[in-house]
């Protein structure tokens, strides 16, 4: 009877011990992770430019340009990486990010003051001037972040099976991008005073920035099985700000999108000189996906 007591006492004792020292064991696995989701760009910006469109007339004054609203929207990530454990709670998490946000934004009119002299039908030339105001669309393109991430993870289990992780640590940002389109007024020439211009559409290419940042966020890991395990993440990337000057990567007539010359893409790029452009480099993400024990 003792011996049967001593048994059932003895086996109480370690059944209970024996489940958390396996769970603890998933837990400190190295792994590899996968995972998918949408991130929300901090915020955009009004990118203003203007030019000349008369240059070398003797009176200056002329003018074109607009205010191209720029601004980021949901668009997907995707990140890929290895958890190296470090104790019971700490761990290395080294990670390799895409993220993809498409740019929009509604946009003013595209404005020209033009100044010129009038030689018909008078003798006497005449000094005057014309404006003209074009509705604009809406702004297009996106932005492509690569970024690389070495974060530090605190980890608690919360439930059978659940783990809550803390994760911060700094990030290496490479952004790049398009977006468009800006107007171009390409002046003709004159007959019988009347004047003649040609209009153009300028797509532009973000040039690639690298920058320095961090992340911090939350995550969860639901395990599977021994090797298998659910992970849901909710975070935040920063890195300053994006800051280049665009470059006109491409320029179509206003009127049936007819692609520009090489020999007058030349001559808009010499004509124009575009002002830096600057976009917060600031995402919020929601993601799941799974990790892979070793």
Not at 266 to 290: K, N, S, Y
Request: aromatic residues 12%; hydrophobic residues 45%; glycine residues 12%.
């Amino acid at each position: 009877m003792k011996k049967a007591v001593l048994l059932l006492l003895l086996g109480a004792a370690l059944a209970p011990a024996s489940l958390p020292a396996a769970t603890e064991t998933q837990t400190r696995r190295a792994r590899f992770f996968l995972t998918a989701g949408f991130g929300l760009p901090g915020g955009g910006a009004d990118y203003s430019f203007s030019y000349d469109p008369h240059p070398g007339y003797d009176i200056p004054g002329s003018t074109a340009g607009q205010t191209l609203r720029v601004e980021p929207a949901l668009g997907p990530s995707l990140e890929a990486g290895f958890f190296l454990p470090l104790g019971r709670a700490f761990g290395l998490r080294l990670s390799y990010a895409w993220d993809r946000s498409p740019l929009g934004g509604e946009n003013g009119p595209y404005a020209m003051l033009f100044k010129y002299t009038n030689w018909w039908p008078l003798l006497d030339p005449v000094r005057t001037s014309l404006t003209k105001t074009t509705a604009w669309a809406p702004t297009f393109g996106s932005r492509q972040d690569v970024s690389i991430g070495l974060e530090v993870s605190l980890r608690w289990p919360i439930a059978r099976g659940v783990d809550l992780s803390f994760l911060a640590g700094p990030r290496l940002f490479f952004a790049s991008g398009s977006t468009g389109a800006l107007g171009y007024t390409e002046y003709m020439g004159s007959s019988h005073g009347a004047q003649f211009f040609r209009e153009y559409l300028l797509r532009l290419d973000l040039p690639p920035q690298t920058r320095i940042g961090w992340t911090a966020g939350v995550e969860a890991e639901v395990r599977l099985s021994t090797a298998l395990s659910l992970l849901l993440r909710a975070g935040f990337a920063s890195a300053g700000a994006y800051e280049a000057v665009p470059e006109i990567a491409a320029a179509d007539e206003y009127y049936g999108l007819i692609p520009a010359d090489e020999q007058t893409l030349a001559a808009i790029r010499r004509a124009v000189a575009l002002p830096a452009l600057t976009l917060p480099l600031g995402r919020f993400e929601l993601a799941c996906g799974l990790a892979l024990g070793l």
